[in-house]
């Protein structure tokens, strides 16, 4: 599986502290910037060629705002992983997208991806709130995410997933529930979105929103207006026919995001571009979130310069494949869990009702009691749960 960081955006969102320079509004210098960018994305592309990047046959460009680009630079970089042994056809190929930019290039910019590959397309919605868009900054209103989305069903994408935020101090549970309606509401043909992503808002160092709560500006949500917020989000999603297979992540039947599912199960993935992490034979990796320093290593033909890693110890190992385990409804293997948690703190969950037996797994049966899961309705304090068995 490969992961792309894309490090472009129009504009920064209130919330946002990934890596990402804003897009000169020049359309000479944009294109050249791209270009460059996509020369030293190639570089490193083929810096890995004969690596193994995992099991998974997953691709997935995010950001930043991967549609900000051109189709000539995706086409250069499909070009440039098929070139070197990590080309397509790929079982899930998915695109980060904003509404604003769906709807400024329309239909035939999206039937271009789809002709590169693209099966799946991510959009950041975020709210149908106006106002609260304008909040968190983002380029598009509530009409835009509508149109964006209709378009993306004309030009044929086959899974449409919608981002959503919630915990926000001003978003009221009404506000919240309509939010909600109408994105199960947001296609044209009735159909429903495939798979909606949720996050609760958080205040991340470095962001916008980070500098507006210490200058005493905004005030974050109470932890019960969120836990509310979450349950009605569950609720709501729920009885809408989705299956809640992650925390923050809701599919149809068969709409499960794969490429994240291989993430929630600690398989291997070749991380790209400025910002990116990989996990690669035990060892985790970065690129530092510089696109000048980027750009310059792939000149220089040396990436090292711009690279870090490390090697996780077995105790990194277990911590991570229990705490994104447990993220999700599949859940972890009980014998797993028995041999790498404290006796007393495992029964202890067990008796408590914080972990279930498993009866179903990525739609196996599989006996009862050979995994355990947090149940949705404590999915909230997951972390709390995790942090108590390791």
């Not at 910037?33 to 890995?48: G, M, T, V």
Request: proline share 4%; charged share 20%.
């Amino acid at each position: 599986m490969i992961y792309i960081h894309i490090p472009f955006c129009r504009s920064f969102c209130t919330y946002c502290d990934f890596y990402s320079e804003i897009a000169s509004r020049c359309c000479k210098d944009e294109q050249s910037r791209f270009e460059r960018f996509a020369s030293a994305l190639s570089a490193e592309i083929a810096s890995y060629a004969g690596v193994e990047a995992g099991s998974v046959n997953t691709l997935y460009i995010g950001g930043g705002t991967p549609s900000v680009l051109p189709l000539s630079v995706f086409e250069r970089v499909v070009g440039a992983l098929r070139d070197h042994g990590f080309g397509g056809p790929y079982d899930e190929f998915t695109v980060e997208v904003n509404p604003d930019d769906i709807v400024e290039k329309g239909e035939a910019y999206v039937e271009g991806l789809l002709r590169l590959g693209v099966n799946r397309i991510s959009m950041g919605v975020q709210s149908f709130d106006d106002e609260i868009l304008r909040w968190m900054n983002r380029r598009h209103d509530s009409a835009a995410a509508r149109e964006a989305y209709a378009i993306l069903e004309r030009a044929g994408v086959p899974d449409i997933s919608v981002d959503l935020i919630f915990g926000l101090s001003q978003l009221s549970d009404m506000q919240w529930r309509s939010t909600l309606r109408q994105a199960l509401e947001i296609s044209p043909s009735g159909a429903l979105p495939a798979h909606i992503s949720s996050y609760q808002l958080s205040v991340e160092p470095g962001s916008a929103l980070a500098s507006l709560v210490d200058r005493g500006v905004w005030t974050e949500a109470s932890d019960e207006m969120c836990a509310r917020q979450y349950d009605i989000l569950c609720s709501e999603l729920r009885s809408a026919g989705y299956e809640h297979y992650e925390i923050s992540n809701f599919a149809l039947p068969g709409h499960r995001a794969r490429h994240n599912s291989a993430y929630w199960n600690h398989s291997q993935y070749l991380g790209l571009g400025p910002g990116a992490h990989g996990f690669l034979d035990g060892r985790r990796f970065w690129n530092n979130p510089s696109l000048d320093s980027y750009v310059q290593a792939a000149a220089e033909g040396d990436f090292s310069t711009v690279r870090g890693s490390e090697d996780l110890t077995s105790e990194q190992v277990v911590l991570e494949r229990v705490m994104l385990g447990l993220r999700t409804s599949d859940g972890v293997d009980a014998d797993f869990l028995r041999t790498h948690c404290a006796a007393p703190a495992l029964a202890s969950a067990l008796a408590a009702g914080d972990l279930v037996p498993v009866a179903i797994a990525s739609g196996n049966i599989v006996p009862v009691g050979t995994r355990f899961r947090i149940p949705e309705s404590r999915f909230f304090v997951s972390d709390t749960i995790i942090a108590e068995l390791i």
